[in-house]
Every structure is written in structure tokens, then in C-alpha cells.
């Protein structure tokens, strides 16, 4: 903890000492992970469990920007983020089930491109759509009230979407198409990839990539940062607040809307109350980057991902949720800021 | 921090304030005993008269009430957290979880042989229902004990992370009590707990559902009793300095971490002797009882009936229980027997969280202070919302605890 000092100032994050101390932590954690997955379980099954860890990571961490975005520009821990996912998971199924009538893999490739563009498009769109109908109407009043009230209309928000999608879809699982074959895998010594899942950590990338890009290189994106470090500021100098926080919820939504998409070509399945842990283990993940920060987020995402993977992988999967609370917690006590401090909102 | 002070009431001057408190209290004591005698008869003529007794059989009601005093006593006790220290918990079933299992652990031959003691094999019945009395403190010690555990590390952070913090908690308690199969039984929980027992008249019965009621009656009495006095001691007064800005209490030389952890571990007790009360009416505890569900609806109940108001918060637990298990139910059936077309196909009773969600967003946005409000803070949500320059205050509040921690 010596190597700390350096990084308790909030513009650290550009400062060398502090930047060696969490690449090392980083390398210290993935070296670990790697150890115990190799000695544990062979090279091959190793291998084909890093890319099951990194796929649910990708998810994860798709999810985790929400937070982490919403939390950095008005500090509000958005409870029913989690559950945007689920309705992700939800509107990108009827898309494919019920408007397009679809059941099982789509094996002819250009048709196979169209179909996920077409998806992820429209449940990107819907989603954007219902983030900021929510902001507009839930959040943007209690601006100005104490604390407590957005957290609870948050809570609010989500008892309101798990219900209406359990009205119309029912209490159980619903099936969602898996359009995506299951049957294309890559062959690596003896351990088989899933293309699949090359797919959805790609799209992860992408998408956390034009996000960084956005925030960092476009106008909007920098009226975004600058109302996350000061909104009263950002005012002045002309930036359209309500716009930028209702920009904010729009990508975050729909970077939820994306998990959605990817959950159910993974998965096959959606519930009404998939997004309660999803979105309890995306915050996890949002924390233990660094809240506030998009970079933090991502990497919180797939170490998330590795820990889940790793504890089923060694016959704890009933434990799963406890050990990434214990994680939570852990950091919450002895490094707040998250292992690659705040980047964003650099206020905290 | 290093503003460090004592709690103890021992201010210069303070002897004369102190007098007129007492006579304050005593006053309030006597006003709740007396206004819960008047409720607890009321609602007990109530199940005898129609139309009550056409909805279901007088026991039934008693039986009712009975299961709604639980709720009032976690209302009480989760108010005195988020109402009072302004302290969001999620995970407050956690706490009542953690009192059912205590006392489970006492009071049923199971729970004796992990801990070794036959309390019910050499005691009976009749005589070993009597260690139900003492089990009210010692689930409410250990309750508070998990309370301090979980809140020393999580509140000298911002408020936020505290309500993530005890929202995983409230989620891993019963994933712990349903995973360690061989000391809690798993899934099927632990059965055959003693009912309590007093002496002459020997164990409550299964069937007579009043000495439960009464019981019920005066803990919610007692509670309620402790809550206010708790208000207005000098600790009371520091919870709600600490609620309404927490740096101007910690400038004023209140201990913000041990206050809040002190009314975290209050809060946490009073779930603990709810739980231990419960699970002794229920004769069994299980994983299932203590989902999110449990902690969403107290919080429902407190937003709704006023948060800070303890009245307010026990009319709205009474009312959003009585709403949900009777109410609902009976529209259930009622449109099932009529077989109305649509209104017969809705499940009342799954529609109950769709209700919480929209009260609690419109409660938010319309009436922050609740259906009672707490008088002071009403004025408090008001004026916040009505200044325009308010939320910097609420923004930077707590950085400090932050850049210590790092």
C-alpha cells in the first residue's frame, strides 16, 4: 500500500507512479486468474474457460458502462439499470421471435449479418428511447431533491419494468431465438472456441471503443465530462446539461440494450428477473473499476467474469453471487476509488 | 475523521433541558401505550363485525394482524435507519433472517444439535417455550452484531454504496442459509421450533391465535416506545443532523461514523426481535422467507406511510400488508367467483410489486414526505426542493470520508 499516496489526488490518473502501481496490480490479478485456472483445470479446458470467462465479462461490462456513465454525471446509482437489460434481453427477443418470426440458427452468413445489425439497431434504438422517456419523467424532477429520492424512484423504476415484462411475458423463462449457430467453433488443440463468442466479446469491444472514442474526441462527449466534474460550471460555459444527461442515459440504455441482444444470443433464455443480479453484479464490476470511470468499467466487467467462471469452473457455482459481493466489499474497504480510480466524474 | 466525540449526553447546562425531556417522554410513553391499547382493541372488535367476517373467519384476522405487527416492527425499526439517519438499507431482511435463525438455532431440535445443547429434548415444550422471552434480546444483539460487521467498513463511505452494500447482503444471507446444507438444512430450513410458553398457561397453541396477537401488541408497544425516546435523545438528534447534512454534524463534533453505525445496528436489532418473533409463530424458518422481497416491501412501507414519522410508518405497514394479503386476495376471488372477463384472468397478487414500483415513483416525485410526514421533515424536503442552489450541497457532502479512505 506504500505505492498509494501518488494516486489519492483525483488528477493522478495521468501520473506515472500511480499508472505502474494499477498496471502491476492488473498484471498481478490476470497472472493469478491464469495460475489457478491452468494448475487446476489443464491448458485446453483453461483455455476454453477464459473465453466462456470473457464472453460473460463482455456482457457484464456492457451493462457496467450504464452504471458506471449515470453514476459519474449525476451520482445517481441507477437501481433499475440491471433491469434495462432484462428489457433489452426482452424487446431484442420479440424482435427476433415475434416480428420476425424466427426459431433457430441462421447458418446463411449475409443474411445471418443482416439479422444481428437489424437487431442490435432496434434494440439499441428502443432502448435509448425507453432510458431517456425514464430519465425524463423519473429522474430529471428530483434533480434537486436530497439523495435518497432518486435512489428510491430508481428502485421504483425497476419494480415497474420487471412487472410489466412479467405481465406480458410471464413469470418463466421465455425463449429467445438463438440466431447465431452454436455448431461454429474454432479448433485449438484440443480446446474448441465458440464463434459465437468471439462475436460478442468483438461487439463488446466496438462498442466500449466508440465510447471511448466519443467521450474523448467528440464535442458532446467533452460536454459530458465536463458536466460530470462540474455541472454548475459546464452550465456556464454553455453546455446544455439537461440534454447532456439525457445523452447519457441514452448510451448507457442502449449499451444495455446491446448486453440484452448478445445475453440471448448467448443464452437462449430471458426472465423478468434476470436483471436483478445481472445489474447487482454489473454495479460490482462498475466499483471495482473505479465508478465513474468507462475504462474502469469494461475491466471490472471481465474480471467479474473471470471470478463468476472461475468459482462455477471449480464446482461453487451456488456461491457465485457471494463471492462477487464478497469482491464488492473487499474493495469497498480498502480501495474506494476502484482499481483505476475516477476518470470521469473526477470529483469524489 | 478526526472529529471525535462522545455521545453521552453530558453537556454543560444541560440538566434543566434533560428535566423537561424526561417529562416529554414519559408523556409520549404513556400516549403510545395507551394509543396501541386503543388500536390493538379496535382492530380485535374489527374481526368479530361485518363485513370483516364475511372476507374470512375472526381467527383469520387476529391471525392477520398478527403477521402485519411483524411488518410494523421491521417499519419501526428499518425507519429508524433510512427515516431518522437517512441511511438507504436494501438488504434489511437480511437482519430478520439473521433473528429467525438464532433463535431457530435455540429452539428446535435441529438447530440443538448443531450447537450441542438439547434445550428441547431436556426442557419440553411447556418449560423451553419459555426461553422465547430471552431469545427476543440475544437475536437482537446478534442481528446488531451483523449489523456493526457489515456497516463498520461500508459506512464511512458515501450513502450510496452503503445501499449496494446491504443489497448484496440482503441477497447473500439466504444464498448462505440455503447453500451451508449441513448447518442450516438448506432449502427446507429448520422446523419444529417451540412455540413460546409462559408460565401457568404453558405453550401458545397453533390454533388460538391471541396470546400470539397480544404478544405481538406489546413488542410493537415496546419498539415504538424505544424509537421515540431514542428520537429525542441527544443520539436522535445527531442522526437527524447527520441526515440533513452530514458535514455540517461532523463540524459540529458528531462522530458520523459511530453514529451511523449505532443507528444501522439499532435498526438491525429491531428486525433481529422481529425475526425471532416470526419465526417462533411460524414454528419454522427457511431460506425463501427472506428474499428482496421482504426488504423492498418495509422500504415500500416506510417511503409510503412517512419516512421519520414512526405512526405514519406503522399505518403504512399495517395498511400495505393488509392491502396485499387480504385485499388483493379477495379481489382474486371475487372476480374469479363472478368470472368477470379479463378482470378474472389478473393476478392481483402479482400485480402487488407493479403498485410498490408506481407508488413508490410517484410518491418520489408528488410527496416525498410520505402519506404522515415527519413534521421537520417535511420542511426539510420542501425548501431543498424549492431552492435552486440546493444540490451542490448534496453533491460535495461527503467527499471528505472518501479521500480519507484512499
Known amino acids: 500500500m506504500t505505492a498509494l499516496p501518488a494516486t489519492s489526488d483525483a488528477g493522478s490518473a495521468r501520473a506515472p507512479a500511480g499508472r505502474v502501481f494499477k498496471l502491476l496490480v492488473l498484471l498481478a490479478i490476470i497472472v493469478g486468474i491464469a495460475w489457478v485456472a491452468v494448475t487446476n483445470l489443464g491448458a485446453d479446458q483453461a483455455i476454453e474457460q477464459l473465453v466462456n470467462a470473457l464472453t460473460r465479462g463482455a456482457i457484464y461490462a456492457l451493462i457496467a458502462l450504464g452504471y458506471t456513465m449515470v453514476y459519474g454525471i449525476i451520482e445517481l446509482i441507477n437501481f433499475a439499470h440491471g433491469d434495462m437489460f432484462m428489457v433489452g434481453a426482452f424487446v431484442s427477443l420479440t424482435f427476433l421471435g415475434q416480428i420476425l418470426g424466427l426459431e433457430g440458427a441462421v447458418t446463411n452468413i449475409p443474411l445471418l449479418i443482416v439479422l444481428l445489425v437489424a437487431t442490435f439497431a432496434f434494440t439499441m434504438s428502443i432502448m435509448a428511447l425507453v432510458g431517456v422517456t425514464i430519465e425524463r419523467f423519473a429522474y430529471k424532477p428530483l434533480r434537486t431533491a436530497p439523495r435518497l429520492a432518486p435512489l428510491i424512484t430508481a428502485i421504483g423504476v425497476s419494480f415497474i419494468l420487471q412487472n410489466l415484462v412479467q405481465l406480458v411475458y410471464g413469470p418463466y423463462q421465455t425463449n429467445s431465438p438463438k440466431i447465431f449457430p452454436d455448431t461454429w467453433v474454432i479448433e485449438v488443440g484440443n480446446a474448441s472456441i465458440p464463434v459465437l463468442s468471439i462475436f460478442i466479446i468483438s461487439v463488446a469491444v466496438v462498442l466500449m471503443f466508440s465510447l471511448q472514442l466519443f467521450i474523448g474526441r467528440t464535442r458532446l462527449g467533452r460536454a459530458m465530462r465536463s458536466t460530470a466534474a462540474d455541472r454548475d460550471a459546464a452550465a456556464l460555459m454553455g453546455v446544455n446539461i439537461n440534454r447532456t444527461i439525457a445523452i447519457t442515459f441514452l448510451i448507457g440504455s442502449a449499451l444495455a440494450g446491446a448486453a440484452g441482444v448478445v445475453n440471448g444470443l448467448q443464452y437462449g433464455v430471458a426472465r423478468f428477473d434476470d436483471g436483478f443480479q445481472a445489474g447487482l453484479k454489473a454495479f460490482t464490476a462498475a466499483v471495482l473499476g473505479g465508478i465513474g470511470n468507462t475504462l474502469g468499467a469494461a475491466l471490472g466487467g471481465f474480471i467479474i467474469g473471470f471470478i463468476e467462471v472461475g468459482a462455477t469452473a471449480m464446482g461453487y457455482t451456488r456461491w457465485g453471487p457471494a463471492i462477487v459481493f464478497g469482491v464488492l466489499v473487499i474493495v469497498l474497504v480498502f480501495r474506494p476509488a476502484g482499481l483505476l480510480g475516477q476518470q470521469l466524474g473526477e470529483r469524489a | ?406
Open chain 2, 1 to 406: 475523521m478526526s472529529v471525535v466525540t462522545d455521545l453521552t449526553p453530558q453537556a454543560a447546562g444541560g440538566g434543566r433541558k434533560r428535566a423537561l425531556q424526561k417529562t416529554a417522554s414519559k408523556h409520549h410513553s404513556w400516549t403510545i401505550v395507551v394509543g396501541m391499547a386503543i388500536v390493538g382493541t379496535l382492530l380485535a372488535v374489527l374481526a368479530y363485525i361485518p363485513p370483516f367476517t364475511l372476507a374470512q373467519p375472526s381467527n383469520a384476522w387476529i391471525d392477520g394482524f398478527t403477521n402485519a405487527g411483524v411488518f410494523v416492527m421491521l417499519a419501526l425499526g428499518l425507519n429508524l435507519v433510512v427515516g431518522i439517519a437517512g441511511l438507504l438499507d436494501l438488504g434489511y431482511a437480511a437482519f430478520f433472517a439473521i433473528g429467525a435463525y438464532t433463535y431457530a438455532y435455540v429452539a428446535s431440535p435441529f438447530g440443538n444439535s448443531i450447537i450441542g445443547i438439547p434445550i428441547v429434548e431436556s426442557l419440553g415444550s411447556n418449560v423451553g417455550g419459555l426461553v422465547f422471552w430471552p431469545m427476543l434480546l440475544v437475536g437482537a444483539l446478534v442481528a446488531a452484531t451483523f449489523g456493526i460487521l457489515l456497516g463498520a467498513p461500508t459506512l464511512r463511505l458515501r450513502g450510496d454504496y452503503l445501499a449496494i452494500v446491504t443489497l448484496g447482503f440482503g441477497e447473500i444471507v439466504p444464498i448462505v442459509f440455503l447453500n451451508s446444507d449441513a448447518v442450516t438444512n438448506g432449502t427446507n430450513g429448520i422446523g419444529g421450533l417451540l412455540r413460546p410458553a409462559l408460565p401457568g398457561m404453558g405453550s401458545f397453541s397453533a390454533i388460538n391465535p391471541w396470546p400470539y396477537y397480544v404478544t405481538m401488541l406489546v413488542l410493537v408497544t415496546v419498539i415504538m416506545i424505544l424509537c421515540y425516546r431514542l428520537v429525542e435523545s441527544r443520539l436522535g438528534r445527531a442522526w437527524e443532523a447527520i441526515r440533513e447534512d452530514e458535514l455540517a454534524a461532523a463540524a459540529t463534533g458528531i462522530n458520523t461514523v459511530t453514529t451511523k453505525l449505532l443507528a444501522f445496528a439499532l435498526g438491525a436489532s429491531t428486525a433481529g426481535i422481529a425475526g425471532v418473533f416470526n419465526a417462533s409463530k411460524l414454528v419454522t424458518v427457511s431460506p425463501d422467507q427472506f428474499t428482496f422481497i421482504v426488504s423492498f416491501t418495509v422500504l415500500a412501507m416506510v417511503v409510503l406511510g412517512g419516512m421519520g414519522n414512526f405512526w405514519g410508518v406503522a399505518v403504512g405497514a399495517f395498511t400495505i400488508y393488509t392491502i396485499n394479503n387480504v385485499l388483493l386476495k379477495t379481489l382474486n376471488e371475487f372476480f374469479d367467483r363472478v368470472s368477470m372477463p379479463i378482470l378474472k384472468d389478473i393476478n392481483f397478487i402479482e400485480l402487488q410489486f407493479l403498485l410498490y414500483g408506481l407508488a413508490l415513483v410517484a410518491m418520489m416525485l408528488l410527496r416525498p414526505e410520505g402519506l404522515f410526514p415527519n413534521s421537520r421533515r417535511q420542511r426539510e424536503l420542501h425548501t431543498e426542493m424549492d431552492e435552486p442552489g440546493a444540490d451542490e450541497l448534496m453533491g460535495g457532502d461527503h467527499e471528505l470520508e472518501q479521500e480519507d479512505m484512499r
